[in-house]
């Protein structure tokens, strides 16, 4: 088994060189590195140990509570402890508020190490962000510091058994009586629903206080502490994250605060989806670096074969083995650089329509790429790849998901063709990579093929019937344009010739 090593060189050569966060106003480069490296400590030696542990275990469900596996409540009460679940938050609120390009960062190498733990303490900055845009000075009070501290942990409850990717199909009830909330329903797929790690959990739940007739103008987010009224009814046994409890939660008469303005639920839910999809897309990333570092540790030391004059091989100098690695290793950084260059993008705050466009991009591009350098590393370690001892089934049952939750990529790229072809954000896109890659004679002529399908895609009123190609097709150049950039200042790099290397063969292809 190959111990887990977090990727800080590439990702600092991501966020410094490639994606410019200097250009983000307060950005401090030695801090956001020392951050960075002290969680990359506690991520090898504290959290990524357990990931074995977790996926063998699994989450238990014992007299309607979950219990995590060895060592997780442990593990989460150093995490606490170590003020990472304030990593966003206020300072005045106990957070360190830090920038969202940090919390990038330090998000990859959460999964990386243990993806499944990621997931139950990944929600909360959402829930952080849903609370500082939308709740009341009191709720911000009252919730904030908790989560901060890691009092509290957070949930997402949208999902129901007839709802799922059309939301208007919410039955779960909100019904007001005088002053207080009340739900009445079920919820299905809520990750971290239950857990024993903190000693309190908010679900964000998205409830039905209008009509049926109302569609999604009837729905309203409510914050909802499982205490009285929430019951744990089921734990699914999933293809992967055994670790992360996803839960089916039955509300009954469970007394509710409405957050935001009545009818108003989706606006404000969409504060935590939106974070939920970029963290979605760097764990696509993550899992392509942990599935590289493993391929490549595995080819450089297997002995297979032998040369040309006789002597004997490693499995990395066969040429289809190489081909492999090389993909992998391009999927990990480019993945990376579209995700740091749309955080960039999200800090500066001066292309929100651009921001929109690139958030389903990287959604889609960086969870396939998960999965694809995933079974690429399977391949490349034969028989012994299929093998639970060298962590990359988990790997690829880990990262399978990603494609599927926070929005299935194939309704991503319906909305990449439709709606962000109607806004300002497809014209940004075109900017964004003459930014990126105008340096690249490749990129540039694949920008202009890209230009005319764009338009004649605005003109067409069937949209959908080419979306997946028009997507595939946009994130490519998006990723092709990001390896130009990487090649233009991979001196900056520690190993200059690995990326200049990599960089070509992905602009010769």
Same mark, same amino acid.
């Given at each position: ?59 238990? #469900?014992?007299? &309607?509570? /979950? +219990? ?5 409540? %442990? !593990?989460? $009460?150093?995490?606490?402890?170590? *003020? ?62 908790? #989560?901060?501290? &890691?009092? /509290? +942990? ?5 999902? %129901? !058994?007839? $709802?799922?990717?059309?939301?208007? *199909? ?68 999933? +293809? ?84 492999? +690695? ?184």
């Amino acid at each position: 088994m190959t111990d887990f090593v977090a990727p800080t060189d590439d990702i600092l050569f991501c966020l410094r060189h490639v994606a410019d966060a200097h250009r983000v106003e307060g950005w401090d480069d030695a801090l956001a590195a020392d951050i960075l490296g002290h969680f990359a400590q506690f991520a090898e030696g504290v959290l990524a140990p357990l990931n074995a542990i977790g996926d063998a275990q699994g989450a238990r #469900l014992v007299d &309607g509570r /979950v +219990l995590m596996p060895d060592g997780f409540v %442990e !593990a989460y $009460a150093q995490l606490a402890e170590g *003020g990472w679940q304030g990593l966003r938050a206020p300072e005045h609120f106990g957070g360190m508020e830090q920038p969202a390009l940090v919390a990038a960062g330090v998000s990859e190498v959460f999964t990386g190490a243990n993806h499944a733990m990621q997931m139950v303490c990944g929600l909360v900055p959402g829930a952080v962000e849903t609370l500082l845009h939308f709740g009341t000075p009191e709720q911000q009070e009252t919730w904030i510091p908790p #989560l901060a501290a &890691g009092e /509290v +942990l957070s949930t997402m409850c949208l999902t %129901e !058994a007839g $709802a799922g990717s059309d939301l208007s *199909g919410i039955r779960c009830k909100a019904t007001r009586d005088g002053a207080d909330w009340w739900l009445d329903g079920e919820k299905i797929f809520i990750s971290g629903g239950d857990q024993n790690m903190s000693s309190g959990i908010l679900h964000l739940v998205l409830a039905r206080s209008g009509s049926v007739e109302d569609g999604l103008k009837g729905l309203s987010l409510f914050l909802c502490s499982a205490v009285d009224g929430v019951t744990v009814t089921r734990i699914e046994e999933k +293809l992967g994250l055994h670790a992360s409890p996803t839960c089916q939660l039955a509300f009954c008469h469970a007394r509710a605060e409405l957050i935001g303005a009545e009818g108003d639920g989706l606006r404000a839910m969409f504060t935590v989806m939106n974070h939920a999809r970029l963290d979605v897309a760097l764990q696509g990333v993550a899992h392509a670096a942990r599935a590289s570092q493993i391929a490549t540790a595995y080819a450089q030391d297997r002995v297979q074969g032998r040369r040309k004059d006789g002597s004997p091989a490693r499995l990395a100098d066969h040429a289809d083995v190489q081909r492999m +690695l090389a993909e992998q290793a391009s999927l990990a950084m480019g993945a990376r650089a579209i995700c740091h260059v749309a955080f960039v993008e999200m800090e500066r705050g001066e292309r929100a329509d651009l921001v929109a466009f690139l958030t389903p991009l990287c959604k889609v591009f960086s969870s396939e790429a998960g999965i694809k350098a995933a079974d690429l590393g399977i391949q490349i370690l034969g028989g012994y790849g299929y093998l639970n001892e060298y962590q990359l089934g988990q790997v690829w049952r880990d990262a399978r998901i990603t494609s599927i939750y926070e929005g299935a990529n194939g309704i991503h790229e319906r909305g990449i063709a439709t709606r962000g072809l109607k806004g300002p954000g497809a014209d940004q896109f075109a900017d964004l990579i003459r930014e990126l890659g105008g340096t690249s004679d490749l990129v540039l002529a694949d920008l202009a093929a890209w230009v005319t399908w764009r338009d004649r895609m605005r003109g067409t009123d069937d949209a959908e019937r080419e979306a997946h190609d028009f997507a595939q097709a946009t994130a490519g150049l998006f990723f092709r344009a990001c390896w130009a950039k990487c090649a233009a200042v991979s001196d900056s790099h520690p190993e200059p010739a690995r990326i200049k290397a990599l960089a070509d063969r992905v602009l010769s292809s």
